[in-house]
Nanobody, 119 residues
Framework: QVQLAESGGGLVQTGGSLRLSCAASGSNFVINTMGWYRQAPGAQRELVADVGSGGSTNYADSVKGRFTISRDNAKNTVSLYMNSLKPEDTAVYYC?????????????WGQGTQVTVSS
C-alpha cells in the first residue's frame, strides 16, 4: 500500500502562485509515476502533470509554461509549482501515484486539496 499526504493549496488572486506538495509513504520502491490531477465542479478529473521515476515529465496543454512538476525520489515527494494562475485553474487537486502489479496499473490517491483562483 502507498499513502499520499498532500499540503499546499488555498486561495490566490489571478496571476498569483501556489505550491502543492505530496509525500508518499508505504511501499514506495514500487512507485512508477507520481503526479497531480484536478477536478473542477461538474467536470471530470483530469491530468495536470506527472513525472516518471526517471524524471520524464508530462503536462496538460492548459498548464504548459505555467506549472512545473518536480520529484525527489530520495524523499518520495512530488511538488507542483503553479505560476500565473487563472480562475480556470480552480479545482480540487489530487496527488496520484501508480505502479504496475501483476501486469495492471494500480493507482493511489491523496485526499485532495482545494485551489481557488479569484478573478
Amino acid at each position: 500500500q502507498v499513502q499520499l499526504a498532500e499540503s499546499g493549496g488555498g486561495l490566490v488572486q489571478t496571476g498569483g502562485s501556489l505550491r502543492l506538495s505530496c509525500a508518499a509513504s508505504g511501499s514506495n520502491f514500487v512507485i512508477n509515476t507520481m503526479g497531480w490531477y484536478r477536478q473542477a465542479p461538474g467536470a471530470q478529473r483530469e491530468l495536470v502533470a506527472d513525472v516518471g521515476s526517471g524524471g520524464s515529465t508530462n503536462y496538460a496543454d492548459s498548464v504548459k509554461g505555467r506549472f512545473t512538476i518536480s520529484r525527489d525520489n530520495a524523499k518520495n515527494t512530488v511538488s507542483l509549482y503553479m505560476n500565473s494562475l487563472k480562475p480556470e485553474d480552480t479545482a480540487v487537486y489530487y496527488c496520484n501515484a501508480w505502479k504496475v502489479a501483476f501486469g495492471s496499473r494500480v493507482d493511489y490517491w491523496g485526499q485532495g486539496t482545494q485551489v481557488t483562483v479569484s478573478s
